[in-house]
């Protein structure tokens, strides 16, 4: 059986002069003549991958965020599981390098969290075995799919960035298509630097969700309803009765075991940061989420999409 062509697509920005995926992609272990390399610029990402994805050769596309960084042996491995019959996507999790500063790791041990991120939580840690999967577990910048697949689906919609690779995989399943959850499949990426910037990912992504949902109902939504829930229980405490408090015991009693669940051996004094992470994660996402409920998605200007550069790193 001949290999397949892939092509890896990576999104940066203009100015953007080092770009750590395109350096780890060259390293990927595959023949150089079934390989090519499209680095997009421009300044808003789904539409840098769909016109990279429109310029690429590849039997199966492989999209990196422009911080991650791929281990020599990804392609391999995932193009191993694309053999058997269905498979349409294959991902893995996104970890915190060993480099990172305390807050960063911090951040990626909330994110890994099941009580901050549900079952997202397998984004950014390694977690059961390989298994069918779902756009709960898949993240855009360690993924691969099929180029015919994408195309005939049109690509992302861009008007629903952060969350255009949610719809398109809920788009694929509900086609028929398996996607396949890889633990051993990572790539190493470093978490938001500063509270500021997490807080306006978690806001994006709440946003982000509730767009998606309004114009792409699912049950798999379901989960995401719970921190804008818990915003409004926030807001009306005072007027509850006073055997409400049981609940804010009960939910204190959660962030305590499940940030020990999650901190590393020897670092019991980050368990105040990771429990106020997770509180700080749920408000957080719960109002972007309730901002979401009141935006209309729009695509972008056309100005946008004239200025995406493709260049080919190999």
Known sequence: MSELSVTVIIAARPEQTEVRAAAAAQKLDYPADQLEILLARG?????????????????????LDDDSVAPPGNLRRALDLFQAPGV?????????????????????????????????S???????????????ELILCNLLARRDDLLQLGGFNESLYPNEENALMDEL??????????????????????????????????????????????????PNFIPPLFCLCLAAFPFMPPAAGWLALLYLAALLVQSMAV??????????????????????????????CLTRPKPPPPAVSSSIQIEKIQ
């Open 43 to 63: 300044r808003q990402p789904s539409v840098q991958r769909n016109a990279a994805l429109r310029a690429a050769r590849g039997d199966i596309i492989y999209f």
């Open 173 to 222: 399943q509900k086609r028929g298509g398996l996607l396949l959850y890889d633990p051993g499949l990572v790539v190493h990426r470093l978490p938001r630097p500063t509270i500021r910037s997490y807080c306006k990912m978690l806001w994006n992504y709440g946003r982000g969700r509730a767009e998606q949902f309004r114009l792409h109902p699912t049950l798999r939504s379901a």
């Open 88 to 120: 349409k996507m294959v991902g893995g999790p996104s970890l915190c390098p060993p480099g990172a500063t305390a807050l960063q790791q911090a951040f990626a041990l909330t994110m890994g969290s099941w009580l901050a991120f549900g079952p997202s």
């Open 122 to 136: 397998s984004r950014y840690r390694a977690c059961g075995g390989l298994r069918p999967s779902s756009e709960k």
């Open 263 to 292: 901190l590393p051996w020897r670092h019991w004094l980050w368990l105040p940061q990771i429990m106020s992470l997770i509180f700080v994660s749920h408000i957080v996402y719960g109002l972007g989420f309730w901002r979401g």
